[in-house]
Each structure stands twice: as C-alpha cells, then as structure tokens.
C-alpha cells in the first residue's frame, strides 16, 4: 500500500509542478494575447527553418496532444502569425509555415519565456535541475 501511495503522490507532484510551470508561462504569454498551445505551435514551426508541416507534423511534435489543433491553427492564422497552403503536389495535403509576424513575435518572446522558464526553477540548484530532467526523460521516454 506505501507504495502506491508513493507512487500518487509522486505523479500529484508532477502534475502540480506542471500545472505551475505553465501557469507561469501563461501568464508571460497573456500580454500578448497568445495561448501556451499557441506558442507551442508557434516554436515547433520555427524550428522547421522554412518547412511546411501539415497538421499531424504539428500535432504530433506539441506539448498538449489535442484534437482541436486545427481549430488553434485557424486562430494563429487570424492572428496572421501563421499561413496555410494548399500543396503543390498534393492538393489534398495542407502545408502550414509561420509567418515573418510569427517570426518577430518570438523574437520578442524569447528572452522573456527563457526568464520565466528560469525562475520557476529557481527553487532548484542547477545539479537538481539536470538530475530532474534525467528523471524527467525516463518517464517521458519510456513509452
């Protein structure tokens, strides 16, 4: 029984340290009126350096697994950080690049979520923060 109970404990303990984290990422991102899922998508096409992804690309690389991510790439879309093409040659396959308006609005966030990102752990020694990302990894690795 102790174990199982160390074992909820232990994942009510991520699950809090997660919601935190993204509490304090949210709120960095709440200024500019952009969602954590939003940025989320936002960087992942960054990181693409000119190539499109389509839907399952984007949704297979995010945070949040979600259904909705059409839905949150229409909003980005309206917003004008993102476009969508239709492909050249695949006209049933949709093509989405983040737009130079995309590009400078995580230029501007960089800094800022790097800040964030470093004072939620400021409760950490910098030892502390790689042997939780080691353990960190094993969870999320290992399936």
Do not use: Y
Not at 45 to 57: D, F, S
Not at 97 to 106: S, V
Request: aromatic share 2%; charged share 30%.
């Amino acid at each position: 029984m102790e174990n199982l109970d160390l074992a909820k404990n232990t994942v009510v303990g991520i699950l809090k340290a997660g919601c935190k984290a993204e509490e304090f990422l949210g709120n960095t991102l709440k200024p500019f009126k952009i969602s954590l899922q939003q940025f989320n998508v936002l960087r992942i096409l960054r990181g693409r350096k000119g190539i499109p992804a389509n839907l399952q690309t984007v949704q297979k690389r995010m945070i949040h697994k979600m259904s909705n991510t059409t839905r949150l790439i229409d909003k980005l879309i309206d917003k004008k950080l993102v476009k969508r093409k239709i492909c050249k040659d695949n006209r049933r396959k949709i093509e989405i690049f983040i737009t130079q308006e995309g590009l400078n609005l995580l230029s501007q966030l960089d800094a800022l979520i790097q800040k964030t990102e470093a004072e939620t752990l400021v409760p950490l020694s910098l030892e502390e923060q790689k042997n939780l990302r080691h353990l960190i990894n094993k969870i999320t690795l290992s399936r």
